[in-house]
């Protein structure tokens, strides 16, 4: 005979689960006391929920599969919410499993009672309250069948009452789905696609994660249409290494080989990708795109002809029917921009940059405290970390310094919250990561502002030896809203951060800590913490003044700079 809670955890072990993150409490003590005696899988207490669901969702981000994480009744429950909207946007499969009140006193608005059937009604593909041992295995397989097929989240609240309930005796195993993925589009469709690629003169592509599994096919796609590539963000780990035709993400963290590519084209090839900045994408142009999912079929701009398929495969059917392009004129121009933009960045990067001439120069400009300026940090990220190491970065200028700077060669990977966009993720999907694999090294680019929303969740990276390298860019400023403002000509208010010194205090809670306040010192502070066997805080003092501009700067975001940095200056103390 095994209890409700039992059967909830082993089955999850038998599917391969091998964590749980959450907070220990009340209804869900009965799962915690079963994970206790699951070898296969680990407890690991968070300081804060929303910690645990960002570990959750980073790990299905990057792997794929189920990942479980557990929230007690109330604000318990609640504090996942932030996390849960994480997964649920990066199309992530987790399992949330949620306390609520006991049976006889659920709708009495009793002591931390809250509706979790209404609470998690948005954020989830599935979504509903065990109250009876009748209901099990279904509602589990329905949890995770849900998850796993629609790449979502699955929350399953357990009233107090009754994880510790015995299951009937014979019932039998869940069984869970293995996802089968959609076929290629009709040959008709292709048909008509292959003859609008075949006429147009110049095709650009904009590929995206939905194409991570047919990196080959792209590729071969890219070479037969002579097309540069724009890759988004969350595509940069299967397509930034060894790939001539790439030339950067766009949006605000692009360049200007990006707008190149867009704006020189004929046709716009959207690959795998729902990028949502409807202002960066091309006008004018036919537009075709590929997703498995037909929601996205012209959600973001006017698309002439969508085919809903698996990428891998539909490109497959697509190529024989393609005539090579022997003008690649349009793919030089574009690598060229790039490569010009790349030099440009890299000139930032060299640790000696203001030593020379220019650089004097532009510091009594952009940088009169001489601060760190982070594209130093990730320049030397990128020439240290192994080269299958994984990367987080938080929403902001952390990402931006990223995508600029550190290269996805080899086995690396990349998790981020590029969907919802939230602050403070970094470091708990760092932990996330960390924990599937202790070997593999961890590395967390967190803003200071993201960092310090969640920093009480170091301590787990302590007590449970999550060796995460976790790099502050600690510019004492919320540094894309300073940005935004500045844009629009909005004085920068309220962005400021009054910081501690982050390495003293990781010191304090026994973790490693590194402070670095010359750009000469990064590369020897680097090397340390990616040497260090167990988790490290580096706390890299930057420039708050560095601004990355968008791929085309239009003349009122010049405007608005110029109307901002006079009113800061007016209202600057003297």
């Not at 020379?356 to 970390?385: C, F, M, S, Y």
């Not at 502070?525 to 968008?550: F, I, Q, S, W, Y």
Request: proline share 6%; charged share 25%; hydrophobic share 40%.
């Amino acid at each position: 005979m095994s209890t409700v809670a039992e059967m909830i955890i082993t089955s999850l072990a038998d599917h391969g689960v091998r964590s749980v993150w959450g907070v220990v409490g009340d209804a869900l003590n009965p799962v915690t006391d079963a994970i206790r005696r699951e070898d296969r899988v680990e407890w690991i207490g968070v300081r804060h929920e929303e910690a645990g669901a960002f570990a959750a969702s980073g790990q299905a981000q990057l792997t794929g599969e189920v990942a479980v994480c557990m929230g007690t009744v109330g604000p318990g429950a609640i504090h996942l919410l932030n996390g849960l909207y994480d997964a649920k946007k990066s199309a992530a499969p987790v399992l949330a499993i949620v306390g609520q009140v006991p049976r006889e006193d659920m709708g009495s608005d009793f002591f931390q009672e809250v509706d979790n059937d209404r609470v998690f009604a948005d954020v989830a593909v599935f979504n509903h309250t065990i109250t009876s041992v009748d209901q099990l295995p279904m509602l589990l397989e329905q949890a995770v069948n849900a998850a796993i097929s629609e790449r979502g989240v699955a929350v399953l609240s357990l009233p107090g009452d009754v994880g510790g309930l015995e299951m009937p005796k014979g019932t039998r195993p869940p069984r869970f789905v293995t996802p089968t993925p959609p076929a290629a589009p009709d040959i008709d469709e292709l048909e008509r696609v292959a003859t609008v690629l075949n006429d147009a003169a110049k095709v650009t592509l904009l590929v995206g994660l939905g194409a991570a599994d047919a990196r080959d096919e792209v590729l071969d796609l890219a070479r037969t249409l002579s097309a540069p590539m724009v890759v988004s963000l969350k595509a940069k780990a299967p397509f930034d290494r060894e790939n001539p035709y790439e030339v950067g993400q766009s949006g605000l963290l692009g360049n200007p080989a990006t707008a190149e590519a867009f704006d020189d084209c004929d046709v716009l090839f959207m690959v795998g990708t729902d990028f949502p900045y409807r202002n960066f994408y091309p006008e004018g142009k036919t537009v075709i795109q590929l997703d498995r999912n037909g929601r996205h079929i012209g959600r973001r701009t006017p698309v002439d002809h969508g085919l809903v398929g698996d990428v891998g495969r539909t490109l497959r059917s697509l190529l024989p029917l393609l005539e090579p392009k022997d003008d690649d004129k349009h793919l030089a121009k574009a690598r060229k921009s790039y490569e010009k933009w790349g030099e440009r960045q890299a000139e930032l990067a060299d640790p000696s940059y203001e030593s020379k001439l220019i650089g004097r120069i532009r510091r009594k400009l952009d940088n009169t405290e001489e601060r760190i300026r982070p594209e130093v940090v990730g320049a030397a990220l990128n020439r240290h970390a192994s080269r299958d190491a994984v990367f987080t970065a938080d929403t902001g200028m952390s990402a931006v310094w990223l995508s600029r700077f550190v290269r996805m060669e080899g086995d690396r990977r990349l998790i981020g919250s590029f969907n919802l966009g939230s602050m403070a993720n970094a470091m708990p999907q760092a932990l996330g990561i960390s924990a599937l694999d202790r070997k593999r090294e961890v590395i967390a680019m967190s803003g200071d502002g993201g960092l310090s929303m969640l920093m009480g969740d170091l301590l787990t990276a302590v007590s449970h030896d999550l060796p995460v390298k976790i790099f502050v860019f600690d510019n004492g400023r919320l540094g894309m809203v300073k940005l935004e403002m500045e844009q629009v000509g909005l004085a920068e208010y309220g962005t400021v951060l009054h910081n501690p010194d982050f390495a003293k205090l990781a010191e304090a809670i026994g973790m490693h800590g590194i402070r670095v306040t010359k750009a000469r010192d990064v590369d020897a502070a680097v090397r340390e913490a990616l040497a260090h066997d167990g988790p490290v805080l580096v706390d890299m003092v930057t420039n708050p003044e560095e601004v990355a501009l968008p791929p085309k700067p239009t003349l009122e975001q010049g405007w608005g700079f110029a109307i901002a940095k006079s009113k800061e200056f007016i209202d600057s103390p003297e």
